[in-house]
């Protein structure tokens, strides 16, 4: 199901992350969240990946502002991408007797076996950002629509590069998703452009310091490389320090992935071409009110399982109107 991103209230993005396994408060009244009935609070467990990624940050500060905004206690704690950990928090969701779990799973295969941990307890899950790679487990998969958003910065891309020259491509963690279907969408696109070579592609973990690093030795390897296509901003971001170390960030192109605040100043400031803003404020927000739905009722009230929402181009022209983090202003 695609959205168009609208005017989101990022409720509580300032809020202070607690990077916690542990319940928050008195949680003994909280039930399993599964059988439909109409009881309400008891503790929401929120797992994100690493909050010292402003877009993780923002994930669990709206969905914990949301989710008590609708009455129920709220927990955050990080798995910093890591099946183990990940595995320990969702157990500790379970003795803590969640009544839903919002995680943004840590690997596409390998957190699978979380999500079925969940499930057999009776917990609902709902995922947002990432997917896994099995249906039927969660009750909702809420995500970017990460091939619409490559596809358009990649088409702003090559307006900013040209349609000849060499690049190189930045490239997520592969055990998530995304990063193959962002990086399908750049090649859908560039393809088109035989005058283009890509020269290298470097696994950067959407890391900035794994980016400036990959960053240094592309220019060591190619210092003619006049783009560089990013599969978010982290790594983006790392690509431009190492370009202006090298004085060359007037000559190559970087573009990004996310719309973090960073990255949004470096639109403003010339640095970067432009970002893709994710919406994750938008569906952080939406996967708590589901959760209340199925908590409430049984269902999520979404038609689907897989819910995508549409990211928006942010280039010098809108920069101004994203007001909040991962927010667009109308």
């Keep these: 199901m695609n959205r168009k991103l609208a005017t989101v209230l990022a409720a509580g993005a300032g809020l202070t992350l607690v990077l916690s396994g542990c319940a928050s408060g008195d949680t ?31 994930e669990g500060n709206v969905a914990e502002a949301e989710a008590k905004a ?3 206690e ?34 596409a295969s390998g957190s699978v076996g979380a999500v079925k ?42 307006k900013d590069v040209g349609d000849s020259g060499s690049y190189a491509e930045l490239f997520g ?9 962002r990086s399908n969408g750049y090649a859908t696109v560039i393809s088109q452009y035989p005058g283009l070579t890509e020269v290298a592609e470097q696994v950067a973990n959407w890391d900035r310091t794994q980016g400036h690093d990959k960053m240094q030795s592309i220019l060591q390897a190619n210092p003619d490389v006049t783009g560089v ?10 690509a431009i ?20 605040p960073d990255a949004i100043d470096a639109v403003k400031a010339g640095e970067l071409q432009y970002t893709v803003l994710q919406p ?6 939406e996967a708590v009110q589901q959760a209340d739905s199925y908590i409430r009722t049984g269902e999520t009230g979404a038609s689907e399982e897989k819910q995508a929402f549409d990211c928006v181009l942010i280039t010098k022209e809108n920069a101004d109107q994203v007001t909040e983090p991962f927010t667009l202003s109308e």
């Design 117 to 158: 941990k969940a499930d057999a307890a009776g917990i609902p899950v709902i995922l947002v950002n990432a997917e896994i790679n099995e249906t039927g487990l969660a009750k909702a998969q809420l995500v970017s629509n990460n091939a619409q958003g490559a596809a358009l910065g990649a088409q702003q891309w090559v």
């Design 28 to 58: 003994s009244d909280a039930g399993s969240g599964a059988s439909g009935d109409a009881a309400e609070g008891g503790l929401i467990s929120i797992i994100v990946n690493d909050p010292s990624n402003p877009y993780w940050q923002t």
């Design 241 to 260: 320090a190492a370009l202006k170390e090298a004085g060359k960030l007037e000559q190559v192109k970087v573009g990004g992935f996310d719309g973090s």
């Design 229 to 238: 296509i990013s599969g978010n901003d982290e790594m983006a971001l790392g």
């Design 74 to 107: 709220a927990n955050v704690a990080a798995s910093k991408g890591d099946t183990n950990t990940e595995s320990n928090l969702i157990d500790t969701a379970i003795t803590n007797k969640s009544v839903a779990i919002i995680l943004d799973p840590a690997n």
């Design 280 to 285: 994750v404020a938008t569906f952080a927000k």
């Design 173 to 181: 963690a592969p055990s998530d998703n995304n990063a193959q279907t």
């Design 70 to 72: 609708l009455g129920y």
